[in-house]
């Protein structure tokens, strides 16, 4: 029998709580395969491609076993997909489709916003609860949140292994950093640990130190593009790269508290504050010798940061590149030449940037 499980759009559901309800996360990810139940109802340009493969399995039953499909309202798209989704369901569209649940887990910041924030995510304990038929106890809450820190720190071992002198290649690195959303913890810790060891006890890798930011990425090809340059992707602005872990959760005595609190503070996507993105960007420039910045063509946030950023990187003479293209999709000639120049005015500049 299959495990039960859950889908979610992106990861800034509570993995926690999922797990706790009994239920296993899976999260939706891009790819370059095609789409075209999605592609009858999605229009072009707005939905990024983790959205139009969540809404390609919706319509073609891939969805049927499913206990639920959360939406967190990460973003505009994510939105519209909820409601386009529940559309689909209202005219028999889709059939035999799990429940819908929107998540509205908030990021401004404010007394306020909490209490709104520690009530969405109890609401969503309750549904999984009402789909599982088991409600968690705090106790269960606790110990998933400790399990989850325990892979956190797993996590944060092999993002150590990176920055400064990195022993590993953002293409090996990258799918092991992502499957924390996905996989047991137990495992993970287990598996990620028994990597972070083999990497310690490699020499370091030569070539520019490579910062990959604009969009969230979800997937390793612009990794392997970089890369195949000679540089090394040594960091993402995101939730599944360097971003995965984040910090640990509270543990405390009123545990849905305690990961509202997390989730908002870490979750990064299109409704994340400007501020933090910049500050958690502009954190990671001291260590790195370039920046690529994918601005693909559902972007509708982050390249309005992109010019205050620009100017940061010319101020600091740190050579970026600017991509629009589906990050999932194989890099155009020029962009590889964008790279290679990129590459190539780096590996001028690591002796001076770095002292």
């Known amino acids: 029998m299959q495990e039960p499980y859950v889908v979610a759009s992106w990861p ?33 340009g707005i939905f990024p491609s ?15 076993d499913a206990a639920r499909i959360i939406i967190p309202r990460t973003s505009d798209a994510d939105y519209k997909c909820f409601l386009y989704l529940r559309e689909f369901v209202r005219r028999g569209v889709a059939t035999a489709l799990a429940p819908i649940v929107l998540f509205d887990l908030l990021q401004s910041r404010g007394v306020d916003v909490r209490n709104h924030d520690v009530a969405r995510t109890r609401a969503l304990l309750d549904e999984l609860a009402s789909g599982s038929g088991r409600m968690p106890s705090g ?63 490699r020499p370091p890798l030569a070539g520019p130190r490579v910062l ?55 979750s990064i996507g299109a409704r994340t504050p400007v501020d933090s993105l910049r500050s958690w960007t502009e954190g990671m420039l001291d260590d790195v010798d370039a920046v690529v910045v994918s601005l693909p063509p559902d972007d509708a946030v982050f390249g309005w940061d992109y010019p205050a950023l620009r100017d940061v990187l010319k101020a600091r003479r740190i050579p970026h590149v600017c991509l629009r293209g589906d990050p999932h999709e194989t890099p155009t000639p020029a962009d590889h030449a964008a790279l290679d120049l990129m590459v190539s005015a780096a590996s001028t500049l690591p002796e001076a940037r770095r002292g």
């Open 139 to 201: 106790d269960d809450l606790r110990r998933e949140s400790t399990r989850a820190n325990a892979a956190r720190a797993a996590a944060r071992r092999l993002v150590g292994l990176r920055g400064t002198v990195p022993r590993v290649a953002g293409t090996e690195v990258f799918p092991l950093l992502a499957s924390f959303w996905e996989m047991e913890p137990d495992r993970y810790v287990e598996v990620a640990s028994d990597a972070a060891s083999r990497i310690a006890a």
């Open 12 to 44: 800034s559901v509570p993995v926690e709580i999922v797990r706790a309800a009994g239920f296993r996360a899976v999260i939706a990810r891009g790819a370059p395969d095609p789409t075209p139940a999605a592609d009858v109802h999605l229009e072009p």
């Open 212 to 266: 990959l930011t604009g969009a969230p990425v979800d997937g390793q090809t612009l990794h392997e593009a970089i890369e195949s340059h000679g540089a090394v992707v040594v960091a993402e602005i995101g939730p599944w790269g360097s971003g995965a872990a984040g910090d640990d959760v509270r543990i405390d005595d009123d545990p849905v508290a305690a990961l509202a609190d997390k989730y908002r503070a870490d």
């Open 50 to 64: 983790r959205l139009h493969h969540l809404v390609e399995d919706a319509l073609t039953g891939r969805l049927s």
